[in-house]
């Protein structure tokens, strides 16, 4: 059973430009969030989507946007990329009917702006 | 506003002692508060939960307590090892319960 997948692992970009973030869920589960990792600092919520609207967000700019796809995949777009935007963007699935709201985390994909 | 403190960037034991880290929150009333584990350049994995009615969990050398009042969980390794290494998270659940807020995290060191 293959866990959370994230691609690509790691990306390099310059400043201005537009980056995507791909992820595909842990077999059975419906619901996708997203979170960006500075170093040194916690995860912080970005959004999260379930039955491909985005349910919650936290408090990022509109530049960061998201979707989900009817198998569950999820993508995060980010446009007119900041240096501030270097971090470690996680995505963490998980089940609605679940009692624990346990995440389960891909091993990230680190982005680098120029 | 909300706010998730960890007691301490970082914490050195040596190893076969108990290694106790702190979380404390203000301005939440959550209905329970889980535990990360995170490797350099991994993404974290779960280790306990504990629901705001329960005082203390427990799984194998790892425990976990939550006091509502105090607004605190600490979470206690026992018998450490320097496997045990590692930044340890802990989250609470915003709303609809899918939603958590993580703390800054700890890294722990284990010295042999």
């Known amino acids: 059973d293959a866990g959370v997948t994230q691609s690509p692992t790691h990306l390099i970009k310059t400043r201005g430009q537009q980056v995507t973030l791909r992820c595909s869920p842990k077999?059975?589960?419906?619901?996708v969030s997203w979170y960006q990792q500075a170093l040194g600092q916690g995860p912080q919520f970005i959004f999260q989507?379930?039955?491909?609207?985005?349910?919650q967000r936290g408090n990022f700019p509109d530049r960061f946007s998201g979707h989900q796809f009817p198998n569950y995949s999820s993508e995060l777009n980010v446009n007119a990329l900041l240096l501030g935007d270097s971090a470690l963007y996680l995505c963490a699935s998980s089940w609605t009917g679940g009692r624990t709201g346990e995440l389960f985390f891909g091993e990230g994909s680190r982005l680098t702006v120029l | 506003s909300q706010k998730i403190e960890q007691n301490s960037e970082a914490l050195n034991i040596q190893e076969g002692k108990t290694a106790t880290l702190t979380c404390n929150y203000t301005?939440?009333?959550?209905?329970?508060l889980q535990w990360y584990r995170q490797d350099p350049g991994r993404g974290p994995v779960f280790l306990l939960l504990i629901r705001e009615n329960e005082k203390e969990k427990r799984k194998e050398r790892l425990k976990v307590t939550f006091d509502t009042t105090l607004k605190q969980s600490l979470f206690h390794i026992t018998a450490s090892q320097p496997a045990d290494s590692a930044t340890y998270l802990c989250?609470?659940?915003?709303?609809?319960?899918?939603?958590?807020?993580f703390g800054p995290g700890t890294r722990l060191s284990v010295l042999p």
């Open positions: 989250a609470l659940d915003g709303n609809y319960g899918q939603n958590f807020v």
């Open positions: 301005n939440y009333s959550p209905a329970y």
């Open positions: 077999s059975g589960h419906d619901t």
């Open positions: 989507y379930y039955e491909e609207e985005e349910r």
